[in-house]
């Protein structure tokens, strides 16, 4: 196949887009969007974030060290569009309505509507030229009671139905094409 050369500025990240929960100060909650995320294993499963600039999040993050990355599926595709186009900087983002509850292991806001969350506490944080790299270790997991017989070791997506992020749409996923190790009878 023939391939022609591009600068590094197009580039997108498709896995599966989180809802970056944290703590205000007033004990209300923050979400937003981040795709500039993914994912590391060191001594048990990390999370990586990358934030740009000044954000309530960033700011969130820095004095708790601990946020949540609530999977979005397609069916919260708006109330996530909404948490990723408004800042808690300038007000409450309570325009929308949602249910959360507080974090098993960390004080970080879990939203209802997630069936797959993470609970993180950062372990490095890397000053970058403007943005903020945070390497958080994954201390919990949440997932929906519905998905509780799902197969752990062979993790259903078309049940969890992410949302892939490509600058700048929303798309869903498709459907199951095979597991791994299958190529030997796809020959
Ligand atoms: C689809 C989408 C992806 C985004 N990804 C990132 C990201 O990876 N890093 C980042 O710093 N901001 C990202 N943002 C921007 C923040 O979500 C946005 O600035 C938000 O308003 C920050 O809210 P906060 O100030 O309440 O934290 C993204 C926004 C959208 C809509």
């Not at 069916?75 to 408004?86: K, S």
């Not at 490095?124 to 509780?148: V, Y």
């Amino acid at each position: 196949m023939d391939k022609i050369n591009m600068k590094p500025a197009w580039v997108f990240s498709p896995q599966p887009m989180y809802l970056i929960g944290t703590k205000n100060e007033d004990d209300t909650p923050n979400f937003c969007i981040i795709t500039w995320l993914g994912f590391s294993f060191d001594n048990g499963p990390h999370l990586m974030l990358t934030i740009g600039g000044s954000k309530q999040t960033k700011t969130n993050i820095m004095r708790e060290q601990s946020f949540s990355a609530n999977l979005i599926s397609t069916d919260m595709i708006w109330l996530a569009d909404y948490f990723g186009t408004t800042t808690g900087e300038e007000k409450l983002k309570n325009d929308m309505s949602f249910h959360y509850s507080w974090g098993n292991h960390r004080k970080v806001p879990i939203l209802d509507q997630s069936k797959w969350v993470y609970e993180c506490s950062v372990s490095k944080t890397i000053e970058l030229e403007g943005s903020h790299l945070f390497l958080a270790r994954i201390e919990n997991i949440q997932i929906d009671k519905s998905l509780e017989d799902m197969n752990m070791e062979m993790i259903d997506l078309e049940k969890l139905d992410p949302v892939i992020y490509a600058p700048y749409n929303y798309f869903s996923i498709d459907k199951r094409i095979g597991g791994c190790g299958e190529w030997r009878s796809q020959r």
